[in-house]
């Protein structure tokens, strides 16, 4: 397990900067294995060191790219598979571990409407001189991936980020998204008219 301050999607690539031990002997232990490991959103505490509060939904994350830095670090890169929960936590000695279960997908309805709105706000971001994700972007045709890339696109904190992945249901994730963008846009609207 690898819980970071970050949230990972599924279908979503996040890039990794291993430096501490422990993660370096998990990321060999993951090469020599099924090359996968789980990410957790840290609730509270720090991604360096331990003692962190860990959140219980999670995603697998796959490496895809692998390189070992002459010092021992490592750069990775992921892409998330699947959500996962987990159902407890083992010693993290020599790094931290979890049983976990996969948790089952449903089908996304059309996530045109929260496309829609992710263009919306990102169309805002860059009007106000924003750094955010270019407005013009394509998302997959199929549902399922669309809904995971708005979702991971969406200029969103890490907590509200969990309570996407988190969603009990793809409608409620859905339905979440669009909430969370239509909230940001009307708070967009607002700055851009000085209000």
């Not at 571990?97 to 169309?123: F, I």
């Amino acid at each position: 397990m690898f819980p970071l301050g970050t949230v990972l999607f599924p279908h979503a690539y996040l890039p990794l900067h291993v430096f501490e031990p422990r993660y370096r002997a998990m990321t060999r232990d993951c090469l020599a294995g099924g090359r996968e490991f789980g990410v957790v959103l840290i609730e509270r505490g720090s991604e360096v060191g331990g003692g962190d509060v860990r959140t219980d939904v999670g995603t697998v994350a796959r490496i895809v790219e692998a390189a070992e830095l002459p010092d021992g670090r490592w750069v990775l890169g992921t892409v998330g598979t699947q959500r996962l929960r987990v159902a407890g936590w083992l010693p993290d000695d020599p790094y931290p571990q979890a049983e976990v279960e996969l948790l089952e997908e449903d089908r996304h309805p059309s996530a045109d409407e929260a496309e829609r709105l992710l263009r919306r706000v990102l169309a805002l971001h860059a009007e106000l001189g924003d750094e955010a994700a270019p407005a013009t972007l394509t998302l997959d045709p199929d549902p399922d991936v669309a809904a995971y890339q708005a979702c991971a696109l969406a200029p969103v904190g890490p907590a509200d980020a969990h309570r996407l992945l988190a969603a009990p249901s793809a409608d409620a994730r859905v339905a979440l998204l669009t909430q969370l963008l239509t909230e940001e846009a009307e708070v967009l609207q607002l700055r851009l008219h000085g209000a």
